[in-house]
């Protein structure tokens, strides 16, 4: 038998024939010391019904003096000769023992899907330690692989599991994740808390629903405008899956493949290949498919230009790009319909904040272009450019977010770079500097979401914590403060104390969130489309509704002028 130092261990002891009320005496054997035990190696108990308990409480130590070993004799007398003598317990030197902790497990993970598990330590690094699966509630689950091994760096490591995709309907299954030191088969340190399975097996229920004030048939409830205070879904279906909310403009990508578009065409941007004068294009207030190809994956609609990424790795852009966003060469054109951006096939994702297109290439590589005005291009420079090039030379990226007039990308390492105008610090540098390349925020490596809101950042680490940076208007830092320019901040500030934080996407002015529970949150201006029945700015975070199967979110990052009217804002997210 082994235990750690700072546990408790208990004795029973039993005797026959022994009054109520006799002492006995205890002293310990082996190497252990005064110090290594609370009160003391000697003590006393008294019997009662021929039975006794004590306990001896192991104290933790800073020391390195390696494992002890603790043995206990009982006398009848003071130092006197043993009547009864205990086996030998080894005590483990915790200042050898290095912690290993959780600092990240997702909450589900669909069959043929990867999900990561983020691990924080105390080992030094380079030390390698153990994953193994246990709990499967069902025999019939099956994973790419049952263990593995992971090495800490910088007191962190994560790693992957992907459970099979079948085509066996055996429901939702859940397990868990044990880390283990010494061997697949070593000692448990930590064990995670319950993952489900997500059977894909199971036709996806995942449904549309828009908040909010939105003009010109953008709802999609077959009306011209409409004003929804709380979430209101899109049709009946259920097989959404990408969505880009365009303010008076929205896109959407069902799960098989077909693209849809619906609210105001503006300059095409929509792709539904109307024509006419500027306030000649069509409105369409359902959504209605874009051509009829099923490869589509991913889209983005920000001011009156689209851009989209097919599963065949192409990329495609449509609208009024008069700032070189089309891609393809030209300063200024107008497209009502997809157009391929050059003939390469290996993007993997695009964004905008409506002036200049980022992208990331299958290779990790991270390519922009469009209006360089600010740095937004992050090459050094402010110039244009209608053409994808690359920035820099790294081949790390993983994520990209898009501001009006900032970027911020993620790279495989976890850290979080921006680059773009730094008004009020919306870069994190502490300071209101534009940076017209990529500054890196902080030295943290454990960032995983982004998103932008007015001249605000705000950030979601792996550890579900939440951060906000920038201009504070209407509380969209959500720091629980609405002063207007006093509650800037230039660099990363936590929001509260939760630690449960997972998607992030920001609007003109405000923010909403989910949380690992699937909970909706929403924070800053207010014009109705934080769900919550009124039009009040909120400066913390307050939930929309009670639900908890909110899934993808999306807010347009700048609210646009339609008609020369006032503005609409709204918030498009999926259940």
């Keep these: 038998m082994a235990v750690n130092e700072s546990n408790t261990i208990q004795y029973t002891v039993t005797t026959t024939n022994t009054a109520d009320g006799t002492t006995l005496y205890w002293r310990t054997t082996g190497n252990t010391t005064n110090s290594d035990i609370t009160g003391g190696n000697t003590g006393t108990i008294t019997v009662t019904n021929n039975r006794a308990l004590f306990n001896v409480t192991l104290i933790a130590d800073a020391n390195t003096d390696g494992p002890k070993t603790l043995g206990m004799i009982l006398s009848t007398t003071q130092g006197g000769p043993g009547v009864i003598t205990s086996s030998t317990i080894l005590i483990n030197d915790t200042s050898l023992t290095p912690s290993y902790s959780f600092s990240s497990v997702p909450s589900s993970i669909n069959e043929g899907s990867a999900g990561t598990f983020s691990v924080s330590s105390t080992a030094a690094d380079g030390t390698t330690a153990y994953w193994t699966i246990n709990n499967v509630s069902s025999t019939s689950a099956d994973f790419s692989a049952n263990s593995g091994s992971f090495t800490i760096t910088g007191g962190a490591a994560s790693f992957t599991i992907t459970p099979f995709a079948d085509s066996t309907t055996e429901g939702s299954e859940t397990f868990t994740v044990s880390l283990r030191t010494g061997s697949i088969s070593g000692t448990v340190q930590n064990t995670s808390s319950s993952v489900t399975i997500n059977d894909t097996s199971l036709s996806p229920v995942n449904r549309l629903y828009l908040i909010g004030t939105m003009q010109y048939g953008s709802s999609g409830l077959n009306v011209g405008s409409i004003y929804k205070s709380s979430p209101t879904q899109v049709g009946s279906d259920t097989n959404w899956t ?15 493949g077909t693209l849809w578009a619906w609210g105001y065409n503006q300059s095409g941007s929509l792709g539904l290949n109307t024509t006419g004068g500027y306030s000649t294009f069509r409105k369409y207030s359902s959504p209605t498919q874009v051509g009829a190809l099923t490869n589509w994956n991913k889209v983005h609609i920000a001011e009156e230009v689209t851009l989209a990424v097919k599963t065949d790795g192409t990329l495609w852009s449509w609208g009024y790009m008069q700032n070189s966003q089309s891609g393809n060469g030209t300063s200024s054109v107008q497209r009502s319909s997809p ?22 290439k299958t290779d990790g590589t991270l390519w922009t ?27 790390n990226w993983s994520k ?10 993620i790279k495989t390492d976890g850290t979080l770079w921006l680059w773009g105008a730094g008004t009020y610090g919306v870069m994190g540098q502490n300071n209101t500097q534009s940076y017209s390349s990529p500054a890196q925020v902080g030295t943290g490596t454990n960032w995983s979401q ?3 809101g007015k001249n605000g950042c705000a950030a979601i680490k792996t550890d579900g914590t939440l951060w906000t940076w920038g201009h504070n208007q209407e509380g969209q830092l959500g720091l629980n403060n609405t ?27 405000f923010f909403m969130a989910t949380k690992t529970d699937n909970t909706l949150w929403f924070w800053g201006k207010n014009n109705g489309q934080a769900g919550t029945n009124n039009q009040v700015s909120y400066s913390s975070p307050v939930q929309v509704g009670t639900n908890t199967n909110w899934d993808k979110i999306s807010c347009f990052n700048r609210s646009g002028i339609a008609g020369g009217g006032t503005a609409s804002q709204s918030m498009m997210t999926t259940k």
């Design 242 to 256: 990408e969505i880009s909310n365009g303010n008076i403009s929205k896109l959407a990508i069902k799960n098989d």
């Design 339 to 360: 157009a391929q951006v050059g003939a390469l096939t290996n993007w993997s994702s695009v964004v905008h904040g409506g002036l200049t297109p980022t992208a990331i």
């Design 369 to 395: 272009w469009g209006y360089g005005s600010n740095g937004l291009l992050g090459r050094s420079n402010n110039s244009d450019n209608a053409s994808p090039v690359q920035v820099g030379t790294d081949t």
């Design 400 to 409: 990209a977010f898009a501001g009006y007039a900032q970027t911020a990308a």
């Design 450 to 452: 982004a998103a932008f």
């Design 483 to 509: 002063v207007y320019n006093g509650g800037n901040k230039s660099s990363p500030t936590q929001v509260g104390a939760g630690t449960n934080w997972l998607k992030i996407t920001g609007g003109y002015g």
